[in-house]
C-alpha cells in the first residue's frame, strides 16, 4: 500500500526559528499534496495544498514546496501560536493517506 | 458560512453496529464529494472514505466491507453506517469536504464525533 512518511515525528525550536518538516511517498504523486495543522484539542486546518498553494487566510510564514515524491512544509520563523501536530496527505488517489504527523514545540 | 456537524457517536459493544451523520449547510451540498475520516485517541488521522456528488464511494482497507458512506442531497447529510464494529474502530469521526472543482484535500471538515467500542 502507499504510504507517506514524514519526518521528523517530533522537533523543539526556539520562536523565530526556520523550521522544516519533510514528508515522502512511496510513489509518485505529482503535485497532489497537501499540509494540515492540528492544534491540541481542535479541527485539522489545511495550510498548503497541490504542494505549495498557500490557504486563503494562512499566514505566509508558511510555504510548501517539492514534487513527485518528496515535499517539505516550512515555517519560515516560527511563532508560540504554530505549536500544534502537523500532517501531510495525498490525494492523487485513494486512499487519500496522511502522514503519521510531526509534532511542534517551544523550546 | 459553510457548516459540517456530525452526530451518531455512541458507546457501543464489539460486533455491534452504528450510524454516523453529517449535517451540512452554507453550502450548494449536491455539488460537493466528501469524506469520512478518524482519529484514535492520542493517534493520527487516518482517511476512511470518500463518496462523491453522485454516490460512487472508496473506502480504507482497514474498513473495506464493514462501513458504508452514503448520503442524502435532499436533506444535506452525509452519513456513513458501520457494522461489525472492532475496539480499533474507536476514534472522534470527522466529515471533511472537498473544495470546489478539481483537487482532493478538505478544506472544511466538522468538529467530530466519538465512537467508542468496548465491552
Known amino acids: 500500500d502507499m504510504q507517506m512518511t514524514q519526518s521528523p515525528s517530533s522537533l523543539s525550536a526556539s520562536v523565530g526559528d526556520r523550521v522544516t518538516i519533510t514528508c515522502r511517498a512511496s510513489?509518485?504523486?505529482?503535485?497532489?499534496l497537501a499540509w494540515y495543522q492540528q492544534k491540541p484539542g481542535k479541527v485539522p486546518k489545511v495550510l498548503i495544498y497541490?504542494?505549495?498553494t498557500l490557504q486563503s487566510g494562512v499566514p505566509s510564514r508558511f510555504s510548501g514546496s517539492g514534487s513527485g515524491t518528496d515535499f517539505t512544509l516550512t515555517i519560515s520563523s516560527l511563532q508560540p501560536e504554530d505549536v500544534a501536530t502537523y500532517y501531510c496527505?495525498?490525494?492523487?488517489?485513494?486512499?487519500?493517506?496522511f502522514g503519521q504527523g510531526t509534532k511542534v514545540e517551544i523550546k | 458560512e459553510v457548516q459540517l456537524v456530525e452526530s451518531g457517536g455512541d458507546l457501543v459493544q464489539p460486533g455491534g453496529s452504528l450510524r454516523l451523520s453529517c449535517a451540512a449547510s452554507?453550502?450548494?451540498?449536491?455539488?460537493?464529494?466528501m469524506n469520512w475520516v478518524r482519529q484514535a485517541p492520542g493517534k493520527g488521522l487516518e482517511w476512511i472514505s470518500y463518496?462523491?456528488?453522485?454516490?460512487?464511494?472508496y473506502y480504507a482497507d482497514s474498513v473495506k466491507g464493514r462501513f458504508t458512506v452514503s448520503r442524502d442531497n435532499a436533506k444535506n447529510s452525509l452519513y456513513l453506517h458501520m457494522d461489525s464494529l472492532r475496539v480499533e474502530d474507536t476514534a472522534l469521526y470527522y466529515c471533511?469536504?472537498?473544495?470546489?472543482?478539481?483537487?482532493?484535500?478538505?478544506?472544511?471538515w466538522g468538529r467530530g464525533t466519538l465512537v467508542t467500542v468496548s465491552s
Open positions: 452554507g453550502f450548494t451540498y449536491s455539488d460537493y464529494e
Open positions: 463518496i462523491n456528488a453522485v454516490t460512487t464511494a
Open positions: 471533511a469536504r472537498d473544495p470546489p472543482g478539481p483537487g482532493g484535500h478538505f478544506d472544511y
Open positions: 497541490d504542494a505549495f
Open positions: 496527505q495525498k490525494y492523487d488517489t485513494v486512499p487519500r493517506t
Open positions: 510513489q509518485g504523486i505529482g503535485n497532489y
